[in-house]
Every structure is written in C-alpha cells, then in structure tokens.
C-alpha cells in the first residue's frame, strides 16, 4: 500500500505567480510519420511536489545533484494543523508528541486544494519551529505550501534556517488522503546540476 503525495503536473497546475508553468510539446509525434513520440518539457524546478537546493536561495549553495539524499527516505511523521494562515510555531503542535519523528509532514488546509488552484493564504514555518525540530535530529519537514517562508518574505529567514540546521524542505505536498501517523516516506530530487530544485514523486508507505 502508497499513499501518493504528490500533485499532478500538467499544464493547469499551479505556479508560483511569475513562474514558468508546466508545458510538454511534441518534438517527434508516431501520429505524424515519426518513430517515437518526443516530447519537449518546459517547467520550472518548482512545479508541484519538488525538493529545494539550498542553491535556489544561496549562491555556494547545492543543487539538486548535491543534496544529502538520506534525507528525503525514511521515517517521517504526518501531523495535521488547522491553521490556514501564518507562520506555524512549536506552540501549534503542543499537543503532538514529536520526538523520533525524523521528518515531519505537516497537513494544512492547503491540501485539500485542487492541483490548479494557487493557495491565497498558507501556513509557513517559523526560525522558532525550525530550532525546536533541529534539535530534535529532524532531517527533513515538508509542507503543503508552496513555500516555507511567508509570501511576500524577501529575506526567506526559513529556508536559511533550514539550511543552517542541514535540514531538507519538500513544497506543495498533498496530503489530504493521510491519517495522522508514522509512515516511511520516498521522495528523491532527480540528480541534477545547475538547478535551483527538483520536482519528486512523494510516496508514504506504512510502516510494518
Ligand atoms: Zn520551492
């Protein structure tokens, strides 16, 4: 059994407001004589579920191809929130027991949205959260918005906390089908150089 987390790219999904959306165009097509059919895809790293590089926010950063690949496999904790809106503290999971998590995946409202709709408003993390899971040996925390920092943030104090504490973030997860609870989780970046992210196929198994 899988639990698919993972939004559905096509060319209606939702983007970052400025960002490339998602194009496939045919190069070869068997419908017009040719031998294979070819496709030319045109997507920003960012499309749907993805992983950042801390590249994306840092000039010496890594790229996709560079980032500690352990950190997107293995143990991780779905917790739902209800706040729709606003940075997420350790003061909203007080009644969550979050030791020996590892990676946390925090289900928002956001994951209830269509895989076209941009979310107005998201819930995002705090440097104040962040600190309290590093210290907990977290390795990775995924959200189901489209980005750890605030919308407007140009400082992404977030995504440098991130960084500085050698934790991974995942984007856009959908986890609206995910009962609260321990799963293991499968979410590689593809190895590439010279990009800023990387879209990944989510998956959570269940822990025997
Ligand atoms: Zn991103």
Known sequence: MLYDITRRVSPATAVWPGDTPYQAAPALQLAAGDNVNLL????????????????????????????????????????????????????????VDLR??????????????PDD???????????????????LDYRLIGLDSPSVDAF???DLPCHH???????????????HAVPDGDYELIALPLKLAAACGSPVRAVLRPLS
């Not at 906390?161 to 986890?175: D, P, S, T, Y």
């Open 117 to 135: 709709r941009w979310p107005e408003t998201f819930p995002y993390l705090s440097v104040a959260l962040i600190e309290h899971l590093a210290a």
């Open 152 to 154: 407007h943030s140009q």
């Open 161 to 175: 906390a991130l960084r500085q504490h050698g934790l991974v973030n995942l984007e856009c997860l959908c986890l």
């Open 40 to 95: 030319t895809l045109t997507l920003s790293p960012h499309t749907g579920t993805h992983a950042d590089a801390y590249y994306h926010y840092t000039t010496d950063g890594a790229h996709p191809e560079a980032m500690p690949l352990a950190a997107y496999l293995g143990r991780a904790r779905v917790v739902t929130v209800t706040k729709a809106a606003g940075p997420l503290l350790p003061a909203d999971f007080a009644g």
């Open 100 to 113: 020996g998590g590892e990676r946390l995946l925090i289900h928002s409202p956001v994951s209830h949205l």
